[in-house]
């Protein structure tokens, strides 16, 4: 139906309105000569409501797109350690010792009860450390 964009939108809404509603208020008809005002207020009523509802849902699809498709790219854009090549993982080490921080992305001294942060605790199995890495700050290779 209508797209209307921020302020122009509302004011050319806001127009229509007071344009018809000094029509219908006028005595002109558009159905039948027999309408009164509630009943031609009521239909006026009903036709906005729809406007604004379609509106409406156009505004909460096109944010719902807009989330979805941006879950879409994280989830392509996420590596798997494995398909890290020696120049990848060179890299990564460069940018932790850059970064003044441990092999595994913490700063230097860090004390893990576990003896590292690669292990797992509900399931006692340990997570390789680029993956690691990877998971903890995805946009290390940028």
């Known amino acids: 139906m209508f797209q209307f964009d921020n302020k ?27 309408i009164s005002i509630s009943e031609k207020l009521k239909w006026f009523n009903d036709m906005l409501g729809d ?26 854009k996420k590596l798997e350690s494995s398909q890290l090549g020696d120049e990848d993982k060179k890299k990564i080490d460069n940018w932790l010792l850059e970064n003044g921080l441990n092999k595994y ?22 997570i390789e450390r680029y993956q690691y890495l990877l998971k903890r700050y995805p946009n290390i290779l940028k």
């Open 51 to 76: 406007e604004f509802n379609d509106f409406n849902k156009r505004q909460e699809d096109s944010v719902i797109n807009v989330f979805k498709e941006k879950k879409e790219e994280d989830s392509e």
């Open 8 to 34: 122009k939108g509302k004011i050319l809404l806001l127009s229509l309105f007071v344009l018809t509603t000094i029509f219908f208020l006028s005595g002109c008809v558009i159905r039948d000569a027999q």
């Open 105 to 126: 992305g913490d700063t230097e001294g860090v004390y893990y009860p576990e003896g590292t942060p690669l292990m797992n605790g509900e399931d006692e199995e340990k």
